[in-house]
């Protein structure tokens, strides 16, 4: 049996679990099923109760007491402990039917989704097919803000490239925390962030002025220098060169704009196709069984 499922990715309070939240609300409201998997080991309070959660396989306080670790390193050891105990995610996942929408909210650390093979031995075992057979989508979300900082901007999209590259599955990015940006950028100005024009790096507010010799003591100094603007150059011309990433938008206290973007999830993994016919409208049928 087919299953159908988004995995939730980003950088660190890129908004995820909000999302995820603002996800399972609209399913509700659509009669919709889902089932909430958080595999974050730190996180402590959910406003949806997940239906599986990795601290009930292991605790990441314990990993860092008994092995020494910090956070990050902690993490590490337990997404590897979770890869050598898949029964954990694949007796709770097996018994789920085509309707649901599984979501997995993810850690914000950026080691998993870049030097690290984890998440692509995840990704294959939830999607092989012959086993759980999850058609996923990944969704990859950075926090609108940086595009008030132009470099920071394309070290967020190149991350998210990498993790599409890396996956192999279908991808949406999605430029979350919209609300923080609106009234701050012109419209036509955002478009060429939802799908990064290069030619942003040219003409960012200040560059004109700027030789590129930085101030001698300024901490900022390296942020300005020529050798930091021909790296921000090769890093966008390598994301224009793929041509592969654009945004969506996300107003997470909008619940139109949470329902476009599943739209498109729901879309990427063909979710409508598998679906059987629905039974009429309860609502009518009761009215008809009054009169
Ligand atoms: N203004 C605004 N704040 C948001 C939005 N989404 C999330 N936040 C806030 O951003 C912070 C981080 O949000 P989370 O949803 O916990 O982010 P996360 O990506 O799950 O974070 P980690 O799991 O720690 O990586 C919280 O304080 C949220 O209230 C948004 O759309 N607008
Ligand atoms: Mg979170």
Request: net charge negative; glycine share 6%.
């Given at each position: 049996?087919?299953?159908y499922?988004v995995?939730?990715?980003?950088?660190?309070?890129?908004?995820k679990?909000t999302?995820?939240?603002?996800?399972?609300?609209?399913?509700?409201?659509?009669?919709?099923s889902?089932?909430y998997?958080?595999?974050?080991?730190a996180a402590?309070?959910?406003?949806?109760?997940?239906?599986?959660?990795?601290?009930?396989?292991i605790?990441l306080?314990?990993?860092?007491?008994?092995?020494g670790?910090?956070?990050?390193?902690?993490?590490i050891?337990?997404?590897?402990?979770?890869?050598e105990?898949?029964d954990?995610?694949?007796?709770?996942?097996d018994?789920?039917?085509?309707?649901?929408?599984?979501?997995?909210?993810?850690?914000?650390?950026?080691?998993?989704?870049?030097?690290?093979?984890?998440?692509?031995?995840?990704?294959?075992h939830?999607?092989r097919?012959?086993?759980?057979d999850?058609n996923?989508?990944?969704?990859?979300?950075?926090?609108?803000?940086?595009?008030?900082?132009r470099?920071?901007?394309?070290?967020?999209?190149?991350?998210a490239?990498?993790?599409?590259?890396?996956?192999?599955?279908?991808?949406?990015?999605?430029?979350?925390?919209?609300?923080?940006?609106?009234?701050?950028?012109?419209?036509?100005d955002?478009?060429?962030?939802v799908?990064?024009?290069?030619?942003?790096?040219?003409?960012?507010p200040?560059?004109?002025?700027?030789?590129g010799?930085?101030?001698?003591?300024?901490p900022?100094?390296?942020?300005k220098g020529?050798s930091?603007?021909?790296l921000?150059?090769?890093?966008?011309?390598?994301?224009?060169?793929?041509?592969?990433?654009?945004?969506?938008?996300?107003?997470?206290?909008?619940e139109?704009?949470?329902?476009a973007?599943?739209?498109?999830?729901?879309?990427a993994?063909?979710?409508?196709?598998a679906?059987?016919?629905?039974?009429p409208?309860?609502?009518?049928?009761?009215?008809?069984?009054?009169?």
């Open positions: 049996m087919s299953k499922g995995l939730v990715m980003g950088p660190a309070g890129a908004g679990s999302f995820c939240t603002a996800l399972i609300t609209h399913l509700h409201n659509n009669r919709r889902c089932f998997v958080n595999l974050d080991p402590e309070e959910f406003a949806h109760e997940p239906d599986l959660d990795i601290k009930d396989l605790s306080e314990d990993v860092m007491e008994d092995m670790l910090g956070p990050n390193g902690g993490l050891y337990c997404f590897e402990f979770l890869l105990n898949l954990f995610l694949t007796e709770a996942l018994p789920l039917t085509e309707e649901y929408l599984i979501i997995i909210d993810m850690p914000g650390q950026i080691e998993l989704y870049t030097h690290i093979p984890i998440l692509p031995a995840l990704v294959k939830l999607t097919t012959g086993a759980l999850v996923l989508c990944a969704a990859y979300l950075l926090e609108a803000t940086f595009v008030v900082d470099a920071k901007f394309f070290a967020g999209t190149l991350s490239m990498s993790a599409m590259i890396m996956l192999e599955v279908p991808h949406v990015n999605i430029l979350s925390k919209m609300d923080l940006v609106k009234g701050q950028i012109a419209k036509r955002l478009k060429r962030f799908d990064p024009d290069t030619t942003l790096l040219d003409d960012e200040g560059a004109e002025e700027d030789d010799q930085g101030v001698a003591g300024d900022q100094t390296l942020m020529n930091f603007k021909r921000n150059r090769a890093v966008a011309g390598l994301i224009d060169s793929f041509s592969m990433v654009s945004y969506l938008r996300l107003e997470v206290q909008d139109d704009s949470v329902g973007i599943l739209s498109y999830i729901d879309d993994i063909q979710y409508h196709e679906q059987e016919p629905k039974e409208n309860d609502a009518i049928e009761v009215d008809e069984a009054d009169d």
